[in-house]
């Protein structure tokens, strides 16, 4: 069975200061993986995604996350976060068992001055 | 171009009563999914739609809810009878290719009352 574990449901971080959100899954064939962003009151936003390829992926907004198929995690970091960092942050896999993506229970990121 | 759109934004509801939910992906996309999305919750699988073929209704909570999607393009998420526990945020998605990255649209926020 396919399934994603955010192990943090809030990060609470200062700015400027670096952040990592965890994110592990569970899947028995390959795996496309993904990080969303949600602002208040808004849709969902791509963040990254690792398909093939190098295992270091960079995204928008200074985000990057390195996929590790010996540990299944996909975490996400960034050096230095903003104020306008503070989301929800998802992590999402989808593999050839199914044809939904699954998510993960969310992580909520604050940004503190 | 277009992103994913949703209608309404906002709905709210009597219990016992129906609503219908709609979506309309990016145009050329053949995947298009629903989920909910409850209050501090992450995002459950709804039901998928993949070009002509019969829809993956797996996620689909009750027999009270259901979809469909005319020509390949709208979708039209109902549920009847509509019950407190149903209120929550319908996102849509829609992708290129299953599995690939979901384009979110800005979601309905239905509350049944």
């Given at each position: 069975a396919q399934s994603v574990t955010q192990l943090d449901s809030q990060v609470p971080v200062f700015e400027?200061?670096?952040?990592?959100?965890?994110?592990?899954?569970?899947?028995?064939?390959?795996?496309y993986l993904f990080w969303y962003v949600q602002y208040p009151n808004q849709g969902l936003q791509l963040l990254l995604k690792y398909l093939s390829g190098s295992t270091l992926v960079k995204g928008i907004n200074g985000f990057e996350a390195e996929f590790n198929k010996s540990q299944t995690s996909f975490h996400l970091?960034?050096?230095?976060?903003?104020?306008?960092?503070?989301?929800?942050?998802?992590?999402?896999?989808?593999?050839?068992?199914r044809n939904d993506m699954r998510f993960g229970a969310g992580t909520r990121l604050t940004v503190k001055p | 171009g277009a992103g994913v759109s949703q209608s309404p934004s906002n709905k709210v509801t009597e219990k016992g009563k129906d609503v219908e939910l709609r979506c309309d992906p990016i145009s050329g996309h053949t995947a298009l999914y629903w989920y909910r999305q409850s209050l501090g919750q992450g995002l459950e699988f709804l039901i998928y739609f993949q070009g002509n073929s019969a829809p993956d209704k797996?996620?689909?909570?009750?027999?009270?809810?259901?979809?469909?999607?005319?020509?390949?393009?709208?979708?039209?998420?109902?549920?009847?009878r509509t019950q407190q526990e149903d209120s929550a945020v319908y996102l849509c998605a829609s992708s290129l290719e299953p599995r690939h990255e979901?384009?979110?649209?800005?979601?309905t926020r239905l509350t049944v009352t």
């Open positions: 400027e200061a670096p952040v990592e959100l965890r994110c592990n899954y569970s899947s028995s064939v390959s795996v970091r960034k050096p230095s976060v903003h104020i306008s960092d503070t989301a929800e942050y998802f992590c999402a896999v989808s593999d050839q068992s | 797996s996620g689909l909570p009750s027999d009270r809810f259901s979809a469909e999607r005319t020509g390949g393009s709208v979708s039209t998420l109902t549920i009847q979901q384009y979110f649209g800005p979601g």
